[in-house]
Antibody, heavy 123, light 107 residues
Framework: VQLQESGPGLVKPSETLSLTCTVS??????????WTWIRQSPGKGLETIGT???????DYNPSLKSRVTISLDTSKNQFSLRLDSVTAADTAVYYC????????????????WGQGTLVIVSS | DIQMTQSPSSLSASVGDSVTITCRAS??????LNWYQQKLGRAPKVLIY???TLQSGVPSRFSGSGSGTDFTLTISGLQPEDFATYYC?????????FGQGTKVEIK
């Protein structure tokens, strides 16, 4: 299973950040997985933005919930992130990842991850 | 949110040394704790899940222990490729949260 992020690397303040994660080697509408967006910035470390499952059910980090939308496109085997009204504080490397379980463990973990894409918020 | 606190934030060690990194959760997370390794410019990679289970393909010099709120990651016999940043992460509840990281540097 491989994940690959894509989208603009530069976004202006107050505009919308849009990224897509293309999944290969697995169908995003099958299996009990949470398809997740995570970001990493020097100031805030690794931060989970939100998740979407195979049915389209979402769960967002409360700190970002008012600005985030995650959606699923099963025809393209992709899921997407939309973050509204961005500021410089949203500058980060954005990763998509799968949160899933092994055969016997009730504990989930992030694997695999995409390579990450740097998004800079600047005018 | 569950807060994850790692210590130390950085350490210096030599090849062959054993090092231990600690992670503390702000509340009981049973064994819902994972450890990741991140090298510069790369995505994190899972080393250990469920506090102590080694991910397939990860060398046995990595080990994890703990339950409840206190966890440790031990690297027994550091190799050159182990110099990286290590993160703990809880999967007990959402949002999943990470520790701030421990950078392992060459002495």
């Amino acid at each position: 299973v491989q994940l690959q992020e894509s989208g603009p690397g530069l976004v202006k303040p107050s505009e919308t950040l849009s990224l897509t994660c293309t999944v290969s080697g697995a169908s995003i509408d099958r299996g009990i997985y949470y398809w997740t967006w995570i970001r990493q910035s020097p100031g805030k470390g690794l931060e989970t933005i939100g998740t979407i499952d195979y049915s389209g059910s979402t769960d967002y980090n409360p700190s970002l919930k008012s600005r985030v939308t995650i959606s699923l496109d099963t025809s393209k085997n992709q899921f997407s992130l939309r973050l509204d009204s961005v500021t410089a504080a949203d500058t980060a490397v954005y990763y998509c990842a799968r949160d899933g379980w092994g055969d016997v463990s009730p504990v989930s973990w992030f694997d695999p991850w995409g390579q990450g894409t740097l998004v800079i918020v600047s005018s | 949110d569950i807060q994850m606190t790692q210590s130390p934030s950085s350490l210096s060690a030599s090849v062959g040394d054993s090092v231990t990194i600690t992670c503390r959760a702000s509340r009981d997370i049973n064994n819902f704790l994972n450890w990741y390794q991140q090298k510069l410019g790369r995505a994190p990679k899972v080393l250990i899940y469920a506090a102590s289970t080694l991910q397939s393909g990860v060398p046995s010099r990595f080990s994890g222990s703990g339950s409840g709120t206190d966890f440790t990651l031990t690297i027994s016999g550091l190799q050159p490729e182990d110099f990286a940043t290590y993160y703990c992460q809880q999967s007990f509840s959402t949002p999943r949260t990470f520790g701030q990281g421990t950078k392992v540097e060459i002495k």
